[in-house]
């Protein structure tokens, strides 16, 4: 799909930049929330017996594993975030610099500035017009390719901005159920019942947002595995010699 009509990067960048806004901002809180839970166990340890004290280890290092997860994910997309940006405003560019400027000139190639040349006959005729009929080709070929390139990479770039937009679900969704834990767990008999219920959560919230993010994942992949159909519209020729603009005039 190419760049909607009538909108301009900043209407995909903008969102983009809101879930890593979003995102930075959940990570903290969620980090901040866990730490302040571990705390609050620590600090009531010497109460429990040992099973249960086992039983709390085992539930909040599988918490630490999903959390770690998620943060190894937002690592990764963070690294990512200006990359993606570009993808975004070069996908604008190849519309708004290539494909529009030059489909003004498809008609100009072939439109006479002087009327009198609709009588132009003989040989010199026959040239000029086919040689106008060459360069309207390769004007609309250039339209062809720079539509092609720009849906490309809108493609790849829309399948990032979903990703960082589902990535930011997921974790304002953990920070909130790490938040609401470490507030839940203020007494000793509170922190397993607590602890039992941020688990669960959890780790239904962390399934689901991975096999979310695998999905988008597989669209970005998709988009990729378009790069033979890329190399195959660039890398023809036919009215582009050698992949250069025909010439209007010989030496």
Do not use: C
């Not at 720009?150 to 930011?168: E, M």
């Amino acid at each position: 799909m190419a760049p909607p009509p009538g909108l301009t990067s900043a209407e995909y960048a903008d969102p983009f930049n809101t879930a890593f806004d979003q995102i930075r901002e959940n990570i903290r809180t969620a980090i901040d929330s866990f730490n302040s839970l571990v705390s609050t166990v620590n600090h009531w340890s010497w109460a429990f017996g040992l099973a249960a004290w086992y039983w709390i280890k085992r539930n909040l290092d599988g918490v630490r594993e999903g959390l770690a997860t998620i943060i190894d994910k937002v690592n990764y997309a963070a690294e990512h975030q200006m990359p993606v940006l570009s993808l975004i405003t070069t996908s604008f560019d190849w519309v708004y610099t290539v494909k529009t400027p030059t489909s003004d000139l498809s008609f100009a190639t072939t439109e006479p500035r002087n009327e009198n040349l609709a009588k132009w006959t003989g040989d010199a005729a026959s040239s000029y017009n086919a040689k106008a009929t060459k360069q309207k080709a390769a004007v609309d070929e250039t339209v062809v390719k720079a539509e092609f390139i720009s849906q490309w990479l809108f493609k790849i770039a829309k399948a990032n901005v979903d990703f960082a937009v589902a990535l930011a679900k997921i974790v304002n969704d953990i920070a909130g159920k790490l938040a609401q834990a470490a507030l839940d767990a203020t007494t000793v008999i509170d922190i397993p019942w607590a602890i039992d219920k941020l688990s669960d959560s959890l780790g239904t919230v962390v399934k689901g947002g991975l096999d979310t993010l695998v999905s988008i994942g597989q669209r970005f992949v998709e988009a990729l595995g378009n790069v033979r159909d890329l190399h195959s519209q660039v890398g023809d020729h036919s009215k582009l010699p050698n992949g250069a603009w025909p010439q209007a005039v010989s030496g």
